[in-house]
């Protein structure tokens, strides 16, 4: 009995050895997720520019939103032909309004909510940087950036 | 019991050379090796050699020709990427950003120059142009 199980060893640690090398499951799970992007400044917001992207490459940009001011156009710019083809891992944003300073928003506002596809089921680390920040005159002003996932 | 050896008479001009032949060699001192040597250097450099150091100047030349050639392009490749960068630093920060945008926007006035605005912009909005 002892020399047949003795004899069964080498076959199970092939075994074992084969089960380990199978490969995993691709790690393929795709979902979608909303950023809200917030701008805070002290002064009228005049233009902005952020800069989104996924530090390990795995979101790709499907949409973007304009914010709540009215004081700018239908859409802020950014690379539409990235975006519409697939390939935008990240994403360069802006916008301006020739409107007159009573009319720009100051304090925490909603610029632009960004529609991303993410990869995998690890939680996305974004990184978000504010670009530029201008007043009524064009001049740059002191303003922060965040976001949220509603 | 041995054969008595053969004398052969031979003509007398032909003994004559045969005795020239036959003189003793000088033995080789250093300093005739070194004359030898000398006049064989002095021989040699009266040689033309107009073939060789006629294509190594063209091959100087051409060399010099072709990195100045390619200098030059270098040198205007890198001035016409800086100036369009100059050109689109409207603002004069130092970086393009929408600012400069903002600012075009700001003074212009004339038709075709919301076009304009938009091209900047789109240059900065755009991934290829931009890298992180």
Redesign the interface.
Known sequence: MRNRLVGLLPGVAVLVAALSAWPQAADTDVRFAALDIFVESTEPL????F?L?ESAGRMRVVGVENGESTAFGDAP???LE?VSGG??D???????S?NAAAELPTGRSRIATIHVQLEGTTAPDYVLNL??A?GAS?E?IQASIDFDTP | MNPEPETIELPGDIVERLERLDKSVSVLTPAVDRQVREAAAVHFAQRPDRVRSTSRRWAVVGTLAASLVAGVFLVRMQTGMEATMLANDI?G?GVV???D???L??TAGAPGSQAEV?AL??N?????G?P?
Do not use: C
């Open positions: 005049a233009a902005w520019q800069e992207r710019y950014y690379d990235a390939t935008a990240r994403i360069i944003v802006a916008d301006y020739l670009v530029a201008g064009g740059p | 603002d920060s950003d929408i600012l945008a903002f600012t926007a700001r938009d912009i789109a900065i909005v755009a991934l290829n931009n992180p």
